[in-house]
C-alpha cells in the first residue's frame, strides 16, 4: 500500500451533497462521472492530502443503495494506491484476506480496483486502486 487514494463516502444524492463540501467545507469539487460497473454516479472532491469520493447510487440494486438503506449516509470505504494491482490482490490472499473481487475491475476514471471484504478487516470495507494505466493519474 502506497498512501490512502480516497475516502468514499455514500450519499443519497450529490446535488445536495456537493454544495456542503464546496460552500461549507471550501474543498474543490474536481469532477463527477458515472461508474456504470458499479451503478454509482461519483465525485472527486480535493481535500488536499486526500481525495473524498463522494458516491451516489444510480439504481436501487447497486451496493452503494444497499449500503445507505442499512447505515445510512456516511464513510463507505478507504480506497489505498497500490501498483501491480493483480500481484496486491494474490498477496493479501496469501496473508488471508479474503477479497470480494478475485481480479481487478475498473473503477472511476479507468482505474483498477478491488475490494478487500471487511469480514478480514476489522469490519472496514478497503479498496485497492491501481492508476498506473492511466495517463495523467494524479486525480
Known sequence: MKKVDHIGIAVKNLDASIPF???VLGLPLLRIEEVHSENVKVAFIDAGNVKLELLEPLTNDSAIATFLEK???GIHH???SVEGIQARIDELKE???NMIHETPKT???GAEVAFMH???SFGVLYELCDKTNIKGANS
Open 95 to 97: 496473508k488471508g484476506m
Open 21 to 23: 463540501y464546496e460552500k
Open 118 to 120: 471487511p469480514k478480514s
Open 71 to 73: 447505515k445510512g449516509e
Open 78 to 80: 478507504v480506497a489505498f
Open 107 to 109: 473503477g472511476a476514471g
